[in-house]
């Protein structure tokens, strides 16, 4: 159950995040929603209390140290702790929808790639996880658990221009193998999901629906179910199906 729980959702305001935030206040969770868009940071933020949600807003970026330090010490001022934290934040592609139907254009290739735009995906990405899990990490340890979902995704290969989303996120997943192990003896959670599939949020165009792609109800109530998974699935890659949570891989072990 996460009725009471306090729960950071990063990247909190659009898309899958502003989302998922609705189902814990729906679930009756202290919610506490992070984005760099201060202006959709507000709209929500009013969506939010009114369905009588407990909610604290903090725009933040998630690659600006000082700014997730800022946004763990305002959680803890208002509630006092955080119980479960959602890495959502990202810079995402749509490159494996290309080229039909088309959602912006393709992402550049690594020959034509800027070290800037590649800094930005990963900094995003796995620097603002990074950032967020360790600042959360000893609040959780002080309070006997916690849990710390990552989120997953990607693309194939075959698809031109996915190559550095994808990798990022296959560092989310890594990320959340290895570091399960060094706060499992703290009763920390670590898992890594992946939102239910390619989702149509409000920034896509009509021709996305059209052609099938499901909208936000597809994520349904799984990031509420995963905030209550049990130890033995720490460090796994999970998955919500008609309402259970299953393991969909094993954690990594050295090699």
């Given at each position: 159950?996460v009725e009471g729980k306090v729960v950071i959702i990063t990247g909190g305001a659009k898309g899958i995040g502003r989302y998922?935030?609705?189902?814990?206040?729906?679930?009756?969770?202290?919610?506490?929603?992070?984005?760099?868009?201060?202006?959709?940071?507000?709209?929500?933020?009013?969506?939010?209390?009114?369905?009588?949600?407990?909610?604290?807003?903090?725009?933040?970026?998630?690659?600006?140290?000082?700014?997730?330090?800022?946004?763990?010490?305002?959680?803890?001022?208002?509630?006092?702790?955080?119980?479960?934290?959602?890495?959502?934040?990202?810079?995402?592609?749509?490159?494996?929808?290309?080229?039909?139907?088309?959602?912006?254009?393709?992402?550049?290739?690594?020959?034509?790639?800027?070290?800037?735009?590649?800094?930005?995906?990963?900094?995003?990405?796995?620097?603002?996880?990074?950032?967020?899990?360790?600042?959360?990490?000893?609040?959780?340890?002080?309070?006997?658990?916690?849990?710390?979902?990552?989120?997953?995704?990607?693309?194939?290969?075959?698809?031109?221009?996915?190559?550095?989303?994808?990798?990022?996120?296959q560092a989310c997943l890594n990320f959340a193998r290895y570091l399960a192990e060094e706060v499992r003896g703290s009763n920390?959670?670590?898992?890594?999901?992946?939102?239910?599939?390619?989702?149509?949020?409000?920034?896509?165009?009509?021709?996305?629906?059209?052609?099938?792609?499901?909208?936000?109800?597809?994520?349904?109530?799984?990031?509420?179910?995963?905030?209550?998974?049990?130890?033995?699935?720490?460090?796994?890659?999970?998955?919500?199906?008609?309402?259970?949570?299953?393991?969909?891989?094993?954690?990594?072990?050295?090699?």
């Amino acid at each position: 159950m996460v009725e009471g729980k306090v729960v950071i959702i990063t990247g909190g305001a659009k898309g899958i995040g502003r989302y998922v935030a609705g189902t814990f206040v729906d679930a009756g969770a202290r919610v506490v929603i992070a984005d760099i868009d201060a202006t959709a940071l507000k709209r929500t933020d009013d969506e939010l209390k009114s369905k009588g949600g407990d909610v604290l807003t903090v725009v933040a970026d998630v690659r600006d140290e000082a700014a997730v330090n800022n946004l763990v010490t305002k959680t803890i001022e208002r509630f006092g702790r955080v119980d479960v934290l959602i890495n959502n934040a990202a810079v995402v592609s749509h490159s494996h929808l290309w080229p039909n139907p088309v959602w912006g254009a393709p992402w550049p290739l690594v020959r034509d790639m800027s070290l800037e735009f590649w800094n930005k995906v990963f900094e995003t990405n796995v620097t603002g996880m990074f950032l967020c899990s360790k600042h959360v990490i000893p609040h959780m340890e002080r309070q006997g658990g916690g849990h710390i979902i990552t989120l997953t995704g990607g693309g194939s290969a075959e698809k031109l221009g996915v190559l550095t989303y994808s990798l990022s996120k296959q560092a989310c997943l890594n990320f959340a193998r290895y570091l399960a192990e060094e706060v499992r003896g703290s009763n920390i959670c670590v898992i890594a999901m992946g939102p239910g599939g390619t989702i149509g949020t409000e920034d896509a165009p009509p021709e996305v629906f059209a052609a099938g792609f499901p909208g936000l109800d597809i994520v349904g109530d799984r990031f509420v179910v995963a905030a209550d998974a049990p130890m033995e699935v720490t460090g796994c890659s999970v998955n919500v199906k008609d309402g259970r949570l299953e393991a969909a891989g094993p954690p990594a072990r050295g090699g």
